[in-house]
């Protein structure tokens, strides 16, 4: 049976585990460790760069930002090469081991831009396929579809809220390359897991055209093996695109009109059902960039916010930093599996939001989230610190928010998307992240508070002013989009001729 016709299929002809299929569970456990690493990362590396680095706060928001809009904007490459000539399980070996030696490689200082290099490239070929390699694990309308995302997307806030915990804890607590170290091992525990479970996917993933990848494109070279010089040329480059972290701004205008103008061709070349359907996804594309900007405060202005502005004592127990990263995946966790139940029981009472609908209520309690930041620095004391539960409140709305919005939308492009090119769009659902970290990373520097080496170091009664200021902006620019989203609804709805 080709891949094109088990697509057609319900995949449920093989055995199931709680409904779904096995092969889920393969890449549910291997996306639980891969997020371990990234997140663990991800958790130390601004306090790592103002604390160790000793960088300004506003060059510690420019490298993070970059390396954010990197993550997420090379899938455009690592979904196109998989589409075209890898497959995806080849795609996510490569990338998880690339991710691997980034990890280890991050132990070492001098080599700190080659490390986060070596990080986004081989998320490019990882996080895009592992999250098509789902979508074909369903057919077109399998009621399961947005469940099995859901279930997916839990596995992601495992690992993720298991990461500060341990990675986070460690680095800040014992040393930051410990911290990094244990993060490797992370991603090499999933890559394990993905290649034991090989049988389990059923011959999904695989090259749609072996006889390419032993073909020489160059005396000596075979497709694959051009990929592989190709990642050795890209991740020097990469590294100097972090260091010269403006860069990475022009680079994601033009490769992203590059992608709009593909999408739009793509669009207006289908027929008129197929040519809709992917113009939701390009209005879609909009309103998560916008989600993310605000969202990703989080690993920036949040984390420095969290750091110099929230009274982290606790029963008499100051809580590393670090930690509060585990905060927004502990909920996912809590309450994925109820979201997870409320959409089918929505839809069996005919009270089921459509896609366009979720995505608004995700932008409205992401700004709600912010607001509730604003409304604690209200009762901050004389010391300038508020209270640990205005952001634990902030986190659960944006957690929330999140789960209205990303799972379905990852399931919305799988759904959506031409079949032929679901890795590329998948790319282009990323690449949309990687314009909002670096939209986050202007936000967060409106949050410059004279943090960094020869710089007066500001109090924490006049950062909290700082903060407040900006989440107050953040609040009322989410409602706005949320607002408007709302009122675009219904049009798009009708463009997606029935899908849900």
Known sequence: MSENERDKSTATDGKTFIGHPRALFVLFFSELWER???????????????????YADTDAYGVYAAYGALVYALPVVGGM????????????????????????????????????????????FFKPNISSLVGKLYAEKDPRRDSGFTIFYMGINIGAFLAPLACGYIGEEFGWHYGFGLAGIGMVVGLVGFVLGKSLLMGYGEPPDPQRLRARVLPGITGSGSVIVACVVAVPLIALALYYNSVVS???????????????????????????????????????????????????SLTLFTDRNVDRNIFGTEIKTSLFQAVNP?????????????????????????????????????????????????????DGMTAVTWILLAYLLQTTGELCLSPVGLSAVTKLSPPQIVGTVMGAWMLSVAFAHNVAGLIAGLTETGEGPGETVATPTETLGVYAGVFQQIFIGALITAALLAVLTPVVKRMTHGVK
């Open 330 to 382: 502990l909920f996912i966790v809590i309450f994925a599996p109820l979201f997870s139940m409320l959409w089918p029981l929505l839809e069996r009472r005919g009270l089921n939001p459509s896609i366009p609908m979720k995505f608004s209520l995700g932008l409205a309690q992401l700004a709600f989230g912010f607001c509730l930041l604003v409304v604690g620095a209200q009762f901050a004391g004389p």
């Open 81 to 124: 090469l998989a589409d075209r000539l890898l497959g995806y399980r080849r795609a996510i070996i490569l990338g998880g081991s690339l991710m691997a030696i980034g990890h280890f490689v991050m132990a070492y200082e001098p080599a700190f831009y080659g490390a986060l290099a070596l990080i986004a490239l081989g998320n490019g």
């Open 36 to 54: 371990f690493s990234f997140y663990g990362m991800r958790a130390l590396l601004v306090l790592y760069m103002t604390k160790r680095l000793l």
């Open 250 to 300: 022009y680079l994601l205008y033009g490769g992203g009109v590059v992608i709009l103008g593909y999408l739009l061709f793509v669009a207006f070349k289908s027929d008129r059902v197929a040519g809709q359907r992917l113009g939701v996804v390009i209005i879609l594309i909009f309103f998560h960039t916008v989600f993310w900007a605000c969202f990703e405060q989080a690993g920036s």
